[in-house]
């Protein structure tokens, strides 16, 4: 007779780390061809560069904790995180900046703590905040002007020379500029609103010239993951309902703040929302929990944008309350069956 040694009680599912990972990428894409669409080539380079250095990056120190290395490279985690900073650093950013980032991410954020499962913050976003900290000036100046503004619209070469060759400032500032939100805030201390908007790069209106298809693919890929069971719906709808509570309590005035249109379709807050917010890891797990750090984070967001150095802060506002996640866990997890208060508190 087989004598068995499993003690607990196990489920089998079809799903697998891998393919949840292939699925989050999948998602990604629409908005990713939308930026390559509206701003060039540079988001394809950066995009082939950051997994390159994360696969390599995760071999080598996978080697060196005597881990199997195939096993680790095939489950897509490192290819991902890669993945979802390069779509947030600005396309024509120099190529060390990628690469720095990237091992920031891979071996300080995620294997210096014990590798995958094991990291209290969202890798990608560890890494996008150390780059903007310590390279401001690469990470605020080379956003891409959208190609329709552009004559000749950005090139193969072009793309290639910035992040790999050696343009001069005059260069680049001729086909580069601010995002919407980083314009529209500093703009709107000398301007009204309708002057602010006459500006190509908000399509004469209160859109964000291409942003916002690149935003609304990004929601579109989001509901997909949901709608797969991949994510749950709390975290992303609660950091985008506080969001926009915020600012429509706070920016009401246009001629003051960056209006909601902007908030949601200006910026990374999609792309937050549904890809970065929600790691599993980082996050908070119960339903509870995710609405308190969903929250959390749209209320950083709006408060470090409107206060604060940072238009866009989606990075500082995931990063912050991944320090919160496991205090938010220890009041929202679900009460066993039989347990009461104070068997909770340890009393």
């Not at 964000?208 to 797969?228: N, T």
């Not at 209006?259 to 790691?279: K, Q, W």
């Not at 866009?312 to 205090?327: H, I």
Request: with cysteine; aromatic share 12%.
């Amino acid at each position: 007779m087989a004598l068995l040694t499993i003690t607990s009680p196990h489920t089998v599912s079809n799903t697998s780390v891998q393919k949840i990972m292939l699925t989050v990428w999948a998602a990604t894409l629409p908005g990713f061809l939308a930026l390559v669409v509206f701003f060039g080539w540079g988001y394809l380079i950066n995009a082939i560069l950051a997994v390159t250095t994360a696969l390599v990056a995760e071999a080598v120190i996978v080697r060196l904790r005597r881990r199997p290395v195939w096993t680790c490279l095939s489950d897509g985690s490192a290819m991902l995180t890669a993945w979802l900073l390069a779509l947030a650093l600005p396309p024509f950013a120099p190529w060390w900046v990628t690469v720095v980032g990237v091992l920031a991410a891979i071996v300080f954020a995620k294997h210096l703590y014990g590798g995958l499962g094991h990291n209290p913050f969202n890798p990608a976003m560890v890494g996008y905040a150390l780059l903007l900290i310590s390279f401001p000036l690469e990470m605020t100046t080379r956003w891409a002007t959208p190609d329709a503004l552009l004559l000749d619209g950005h090139s193969f070469y072009i793309a290639w020379t910035a992040v790999f060759g050696d343009l001069n400032p005059l260069q680049i500032d001729a086909f580069t500029m601010a995002t919407p939100l980083d314009t529209y805030k500093y703009d709107i201390a000398a301007l009204t609103q309708a002057e602010v908007l006459q500006q190509g790069i908000f399509a004469k209106g209160y859109r964000a010239y291409g942003w916002e298809w690149v935003s609304l693919l990004y929601l579109i890929g989001g509901v997909v993951l949901i709608f797969r069971k991949v994510i749950t719906w709390h975290t992303p709808v609660a950091l985008l309902l506080t969001l926009s509570v915020m600012a429509l309590l706070f920016s009401w005035d246009g001629d003051t703040r960056v209006p909601l249109s902007l908030h949601l379709l200006g910026g990374a807050t999609m792309l937050g929302a549904f890809f970065i917010a929600t790691d599993p890891v980082s996050s908070a797990t119960s339903n509870r929990g995710k609405l308190v750090y969903g929250a959390g984070i749209g209320l950083l967001i709006y408060v470090i944008r409107t206060w604060g150095n940072y238009p866009d802060a989606v990075a500082f506002a995931v990063l912050l309350m991944n320090f919160a996640a496991p205090l938010i866990d220890y009041y929202t997890r679900p009460r066993a069956y039989g347990e009461n208060t104070n068997q909770r508190e340890g009393l």
